[in-house]
């Protein structure tokens, strides 16, 4: 998409504030310039950055416009909502509980909270952290909830059927926080709030992180901006930028009503590390994920596959992380192995840095580079490896011979088409070229496989292949929209 003038200003340095700490400036050059493209690529406004490596925070960067509107820029001391990060902290408070003998995180809810419907007291604690409870959702469709609306929506919420049995599935749900909310109140003796403010902002020497939402004074806060706005009910994508408000129940604060920084973020991550928030033992309970009835776990996709107490995590073969997201703008990715966190703040939902985190961290860790196939499953990463030294128009090739040696040796459509667009996102196309045509002669009746090398074809100007490969997925899919569309284009 093409980029505003503004925003092509700011991305190029204009309105750009970094500072690197005990960090080579060639790596923190490289990491600003990372950042830059990605902002201009996806049009985000605002966005800061923390890196904590080996006990320390190494990197800190503000770019671009906290306010679009005033073009005030992002500094250090720009606060922005953390949304649902505010889950790893409701986590962490309920460890604390746990370390201090008041609770058991496996026991059900009914043990500690009286009044709830008879369906809902058998749920455990665990289950509510991990989304797997089963309840009635209070927010669906993300729906606000007010102060003035919050309790006739628990009411609400308590007249509804479980959705599923708990620990059967995976299932994001509010309500499961609210409950946790009042659990805090009750084993603690005072409002969850303050006890998340003493026992982990104060503790760990936050000055600026605060409960609040759109309608809070808070000092130095970003505005919140979204590229989708609602049309007649219907919620559609546009060129403009638009203001987001978002307001949170006092009741759901435990799910999201935290703001902060990212240099104060990245503090709070050294205090968890440190052991002054809670005990070595406690931290793998915190970031062990749910297994569901069936014996696997869930989340939110491919990558954020698990989900732990208020913390998402990325289970892989290599540098898994505990990854807490929040608003589709904010993430905080912790690497366990890697002694490695890295903390992204944008003001713009829809910017999803949890995509691109990984790349961030590779500047950290070289074998997280996406140039080396990390990301890859092993046997897509040992012939990226391969095609890297004897070029990528020998893949086919190299796929034959492995299958003559081995009959079972299968490469998934799926996987071959994420490796595929990898390449891409990384400027790679005539790579990517010969990725999607590999995967078009292993699967010559998939439409997918087709749309994907059209797509390539198309962004490297060749239009005569572009709609060859358009017309067979027509073909194969004759209710195929974009493909159409694609078409009609090209002639």
């Known amino acids: 998409m093409k980029t505003t003038t503004w925003l092509a200003a700011?991305?190029?340095?204009?309105?750009?504030?970094?500072?690197?700490?005990?960090?080579?400036?060639?790596?923190?050059?490289?990491?600003?310039?990372?950042?830059?493209?990605?902002?201009?690529?996806?049009?985000?406004?605002?966005?800061?950055?923390?890196?904590?490596?080996?006990?320390?925070?190494?990197?800190?960067?503000?770019?671009?416009?906290?306010?679009?509107?005033?073009?005030?820029?992002?500094?250090r001391r720009t606060i922005f909502p953390i949304n649902s990060i505010t889950k790893a902290f409701t986590g962490v408070a309920v460890m604390q509980l746990a370390e201090a003998g008041k609770l058991d995180v496996g026991a059900p809810i009914g043990q500690y909270l009286q009044g709830l419907p008879a369906a809902w007291q058998g749920v455990t604690i665990r289950q509510l952290l991990t989304h797997t409870s089963g309840l009635p959702d209070i927010m669906p469709d993300d729906t606000q909830v007010t102060a003035d609306e919050q309790k006739a929506a628990w009411a609400a919420v308590q007249t509804k059927p479980l959705e599923a049995k708990p620990g059967e599935k995976f299932s994001y749900n509010q309500t499961n926080y609210l409950l946790v909310g009042k659990l805090i109140d009750q084993l603690s003796g005072k409002p969850f709030t303050q006890f998340?403010?003493?026992?982990?902002?104060?503790?760990?020497?936050?000055?600026?992180?605060?409960?609040?939402?759109?309608l809070s004074v808070v000092p130095h806060s970003a505005r919140g901006y979204s590229y989708f706005f609602s049309v007649d009910g219907e919620l559609q994508r546009t060129k403009e930028l638009h203001n987001m408000f978002e307001v949170f129940a006092p009741m759901l604060r435990t799910a999201a009503g935290l703001n902060s920084t990212?240099?104060?973020?990245?503090?709070?991550?050294?205090?968890?590390?440190?052991?002054?928030?809670?005990?070595?033992?406690?931290?793998?309970?915190?970031?062990?994920?749910?297994?569901?009835?069936n014996g696997t776990t869930a989340g939110f996709s491919k990558q954020l596959n698990g989900y732990a107490l208020g913390w998402p995590t990325v289970a892989r073969p290599e540098h898994r992380a505990v990854a807490p997201v929040g608003g589709g703008r904010s993430t905080v990715f912790l690497y366990p192995d890697d002694d490695l966190a890295v903390v992204v703040l944008t003001n713009l939902t829809g910017a999803n840095p949890d995509r691109f985190v990984d790349e961030l961290a590779s500047y950290?860790?070289?074998?997280?580079?996406?140039?080396?196939?990390?990301?890859?499953?092993?046997?897509?990463?040992?012939?990226?490896?391969e095609l890297r030294k004897r070029g990528f128009d020998?893949?086919?090739e190299l796929v034959r011979q492995q299958q003559k040696k081995n009959p079972g040796y299968q490469l998934p459509e799926a996987e071959v088409n994420a490796w595929g667009y990898n390449l891409l996102r990384q400027n790679q196309a005539r790579q990517a070229l010969e990725i999607f045509k590999l995967n078009v002669s292993l699967y010559p009746k998939s439409a997918n496989t087709y749309d994907s090398l059209a797509e390539t074809y198309q962004e490297l100007g060749n239009k005569p292949l572009a709609a060859k490969n358009y017309q067979q997925v027509l073909k194969l899919d004759p209710q195929n929209r974009n493909a159409a569309a694609q078409l009609k284009a090209l002639q």
């Open 10 to 75: 700011l991305c190029a340095g204009l309105s750009l504030t970094t500072s690197a700490m005990a960090q080579p400036t060639t790596t923190s050059d490289s990491v600003d310039a990372f950042v830059r493209a990605r902002m201009q690529q996806l049009r985000i406004p605002g966005l800061q950055l923390a890196v904590v490596h080996h006990g320390k925070i190494v990197k800190l960067g503000e770019y671009g416009l906290a306010n679009v509107q005033d073009s005030v820029p992002v500094t």
């Open 196 to 214: 998340i403010e003493e026992r982990q902002i104060q503790a760990a020497g936050l000055r600026r992180t605060t409960f609040g939402d759109a």
């Open 262 to 293: 990212a240099e104060e973020m990245a503090a709070w991550v050294l205090a968890l590390q440190q052991g002054k928030l809670l005990q070595p033992a406690s931290l793998t309970t915190l970031w062990t994920p749910a297994r569901l009835t």
């Open 364 to 385: 950290y860790v070289p074998d997280m580079r996406l140039a080396s196939g990390f990301g890859l499953p092993p046997a897509l990463r040992s012939l990226h490896n």
């Open 394 to 396: 020998h893949a086919l």
